[in-house]
């Protein structure tokens, strides 16, 4: 399996918090950058962020910043998003994909990444 799978969205309350998962195959994951997008309903994709290839550098978009946190575990080829103190603009698809290239630091470009997941739905109620 080539394309990874997101798991662990649901439904929560605002101000609660998830921690979202992407397990990848070791030839998709190893040595790639990852990233979380999400998509809001009736908006485009956009960017919530992303860690390089080791796990060393880490980039947020504005809007999560200090609430949301991306980790790996290279050993388990699985990506994590820690989503804290939720709110109901939060409420989105939320997507995870590999870079394209080895050894990347991570981007908010979507055109860097080649293998995007299915998508797991956040809801965040008032």
């Known amino acids: 399996q080539v394309q990874p799978v997101e798991s662990g969205g649901g439904l929560v309350q605002a101000g609660d918090s998830l921690r979202l998962s992407c397990a990848a195959s070791?030839?998709?994951?190893?040595?790639?950058?990852m990233g979380w997008f999400r998509q809001a309903p009736g908006k485009e994709r956009t960017f919530v962020a992303a860690?390089?290839?080791?796990?060393?550098?880490?980039t947020y978009a504005d809007s999560v910043r200090g609430r949301f946190t991306i980790s790996r575990d290279n050993d388990k080829n699985t990506v994590y998003l820690e989503l804290n103190s939720l709110n109901p603009a939060d409420t989105a698809v939320y997507y995870c994909?590999?870079?394209?290239?080895?050894w990347g630091l991570g981007t908010a470009g979507e055109t860097s990444y080649k293998y995007w997941g299915q998508g797991t739905q956040v809801t965040v109620s008032s």
């Open positions: 994909a590999a870079a394209a290239d080895l």
């Open positions: 070791r030839r998709t994951f190893s040595g790639h950058a």
């Open positions: 860690i390089s290839w080791n796990g060393g550098r880490t």
